[in-house]
């Protein structure tokens, strides 16, 4: 069974950057469609941005033009490089494994100066 570990996370002054990435163990990632997700205190976890098998991607409006999502299929690795953030980035991001219930532990953003 697939295990995700995310790492990255931490503490950004608004403008800044952080690449979030997450580690598969127990599978390969390469066939798989994988996505990034992010919780705020009080709200529903919600998608970020999503990246296929084919190499497709696709964004949340909010994110567009800001952040990137990509995979590294021989390290088994995909990452999340997020640009220009912004207070209301501020949110625990978790890796996800789409169609399952396979989700990472989540790594805590904080955008705050």
């Known amino acids: 069974q697939v295990q995700l570990v995310e790492s990255g996370g931490g503490l950004v002054q608004p403008g800044g950057s952080l690449r979030l990435s997450c580690a598969a163990s127990g599978g390969i990632l390469r066939y798989n469609n994988l996505g990034w997700y992010r919780q705020a205190p009080g709200n529903e976890r919600e998608v970020v941005a999503r990246i296929f098998s084919a190499g497709t991607t696709n964004y949340a409006d909010s994110v567009k033009g800001r952040f990137t999502i990509s995979r590294d299929n021989a390290k088994n690795m995909v990452y999340l490089q997020m640009n220009s953030l912004k207070p209301e980035d501020t949110a625990v991001y978790y890796c996800?494994?789409?169609?399952?219930?396979?989700w990472g532990q989540g790594t805590q953003v904080t955008v705050s100066s």
């Open positions: 996800h494994k789409l169609g399952t219930n396979t």
